[in-house]
């Protein structure tokens, strides 16, 4: 079997992709892989890390304000087209397979263009346009939240969850004592992302130089953040400030509470792994998805919600106290995870392309 696999520009795209080609590589003994992504992301490094056969594509996302790029932008997506056109005449893949970002877009449709197989994932609640507009004709759509179903045709359109969130669940937890923390009292980490969030940090600074809370705090501020925001700063004992953790993931399982963004794979793991969350979605993502995911989570009961625009030190304290003063609704969260986790996707994934393959 061939495919083509496409991703790009960040991590909650790109390791669903993983993931996906990882079960195809487990069920087909002959399976020949090429992913394709851009030039200058992410995935450029990641993915030949992983002897994966790669071609990129110059291509670049469209800006609300540069119109001089995006003109040149669309000459580029011509370009891609053709390129990708030329590739899948030459691989021959069985399916071509997209789980999102920008990179996607020529890649699927050069792919329908030679009636060429394709399948999506939609990974956030609220639909991406580059996705509704490829599935219109797309063979397969999978969704991680069953409220995005609507955005697509209900005959092709399944519920797989996020494969992301299996790939939590084969992880080896690290122990919290590993970074100096006690083995006897709550851990809370906060994090927003390997990049960081300045205007969450800058809102949360104090809460970390003022604390004398009995929990205690691992706050990883992100790579390029982190010099700055340490200069001048003693945090307490029972705090400790990192920019980055390079297998959070594991380290996740020792948490009793995560304080983090709302992005789909996130979200996918604390499902899987059932560790409650309070959710500060980013406001500068497109259609406000990570606002909505939250949102789904709250209204599930699995999760809670604060909005960026209403976010303090003092409103985050509030929380964190109520919810490790209440078992009860901490328990109620992870039995509610638990009935919205789904932890064979990538299985599922693969089981639905086999079908059409097949037909």
């Known amino acids: 079997m061939r495919i083509i696999v496409s991703a790009g520009g960040t ?27 851009t030039h200058n992301r992410m995935e450029k490094d990641i993915i030949p890390k ?5 071609e990129a594509l110059e291509i670049y996302g469209f800006s609300k304000t540069d119109l001089k790029r995006d003109f040149k932008n669309l000459g580029l997506i011509k370009k891609a087209l053709k390129k990708c056109q030329k590739i899948m005449q030459e691989f021959k893949p069985d399916v071509v397979i997209g789980t999102g970002g920008y990179v ?16 999506i994932h939609e990974q956030n609640s609220i639909a991406g346009k580059s996705n509704i507009m490829l599935g219109r004709k797309c063979s397969l759509v999978g969704v991680s939240f069953k409220e995005s179903i609507k955005y697509f045709n209900a005959k092709n359109t399944f519920y797989a969850g996020n494969p992301c969130g299996e790939n939590a669940l084969t992880l080896k937890k690290i122990a919290k004592t590993t970074l100096g923390f006690s083995p006897n009292k709550k851990l809370v980490i ?58 959070l993931s594991s380290l996740m399982k020792s948490a009793d509470l995560i304080v983090t963004r709302a992005g789909a794979s996130t979200i996918s793991e604390l499902l899987a792994l059932q560790i ?4 500060v979605p980013s406001p500068y993502v497109a259609n406000n998805h990570q606002y909505h995911n939250a949102k789904t989570l709250e209204d599930n009961q699995t999760g809670l919600m604060i909005e960026e625009k209403d976010l303090t030190s003092s ?3 509030t929380k964190i ?24 996707s990538s299985e599922i994934i693969y089981n639905k392309i086999k079908e059409i393959l097949e037909k």
Do not use: R
């Not at 992983?50 to 790669?54: A, D, E, L, V």
């Not at 996607?104 to 399948?119: D, E, G, N, R, S």
């Open 11 to 37: 991590g909650g795209h790109i390791y669903p992709a993983l993931a996906i080609i990882n079960k195809f590589k487990e069920k087909e003994k002959n399976l020949e892989v090429l992913y394709i992504g």
């Open 50 to 54: 992983n002897n994966i056969k790669y």
């Open 104 to 119: 996607t877009y020529p890649v699927i449709k050069a792919a329908q263009k030679l009636k060429i197989k394709t399948f």
């Open 190 to 247: 906060c994090v927003w992302g390997s990049l960081g969030s300045s205007s969450v940090n800058a809102k949360l600074k104090d809460y970390l130089v003022n604390f004398n809370d009995d929990y205690e705090v691992l706050y990883i501020t992100g790579k390029n953040l982190y010099d700055n925001f340490v200069q001048n700063v003693k945090f307490p004992a029972n705090v400790k400030v990192i920019p980055y953790y390079d297998n």
């Open 276 to 279: 409650p969350a309070i959710f």
């Open 315 to 317: 409103l985050l304290q």
């Open 321 to 344: 106290k109520e919810l490790f003063a209440s078992p009860t609704k901490i328990a109620i969260m992870k039995d509610n995870m638990q009935k919205l986790a789904v932890t064979n």
